[in-house]
């Protein structure tokens, strides 16, 4: 069954570092998404994107982040200067078919961020 | 705004028995989907199962079943024959749909223990 592929699994980074998270969607998905679990806290959403542009954003998203398909498979998260509250597992999620249907957001494993 | 409630901040279960999950979430709205994921310790996020509102007839996957009142504005997950695999963290998951972009929702999540 074709998965969400995400990498690094683990990332280790210095404050204030640019940091990039790595997501290969579902080849024929068409809707993208990170999310964001803090430890030990509920999985927060972060960001939509479709067609090449954000479809919605949470207020988490802030102008640290930002999101970007370079080419056909990939789909990344990048967090600019990081900070200490950055910390936590991201999760990128990609949906088939169009919106309002009754296709599941498929997860990745998730990268844990950890800032030091 | 939708929120999603998840009251048992931990379960346990003995091996073989049946085990319920419950969750209730707040909505205006008439159609929209739930669904619950699995995240087991490895924390990779896992779909469970999912249910459109508009379907009277309960979700059911194998072992997994769910009890949807949609009037109550309750969806809770059953599980029989419980197996130490199911040990996981459980969340609850209401899908918003707005202009074309929707998110997921997530409760706070359940902690299920399997005992042998």
């Known amino acids: 069954e074709p998965e969400v592929t995400q990498t690094p699994s683990h990332q280790v980074t210095q404050m204030g570092q640019e940091v990039i998270l790595r997501c290969v969607p579902i080849s024929n998905h068409l809707y993208f998404y990170w999310y964001r679990q803090i430890l030990g806290q509920k999985v927060e959403f972060l960001v939509s994107f479709y067609n090449n542009e954000i479809s919605e954003k949470s207020e988490i998203f802030d102008d640290q982040f930002s999101v970007e398909r370079p080419d056909g498979s990939n789909f990344t998260l990048k967090i600019r200067s990081t900070k200490l509250e950055d910390s936590a597992m991201y999760f990128c999620?990609?949906?088939?078919?169009?919106?309002?249907?009754?296709?599941?957001?498929?997860f990745g494993d998730g990268t844990r961020l950890s800032i030091l | 705004a939708q929120t999603v409630t998840q009251s048992q901040p931990e379960m346990s279960v003995q091996e073989a028995e049946t085990v319920t999950l419950s969750c209730t979430y707040d909505?205006?709205?008439?159609?929209?989907?739930l669904f619950w994921y699995k995240q087991p310790p490895s924390r990779q996020m896992i779909l469970v199962i999912r249910q459109e509102a508009y379907k009277q007839q309960n979700a059911t996957e194998n072992r997994f079943s769910v009890n949807f009142q949609k009037a109550a504005k309750s969806f809770s997950l059953k599980i029989s024959d419980s197996q130490l695999g199911d040990a996981a963290m459980y969340f609850c998951a209401y899908r918003i749909t707005q202009g074309g972009s929707e998110k997921l929702v997530f409760g706070k999540g359940t902690k299920l223990t399997v005992n042998p």
């Open positions: 909505t205006s709205e008439s159609d929209y989907y």
């Open positions: 999620a990609s949906r088939s078919d169009r919106a309002y249907s009754n296709q599941p957001q498929h």
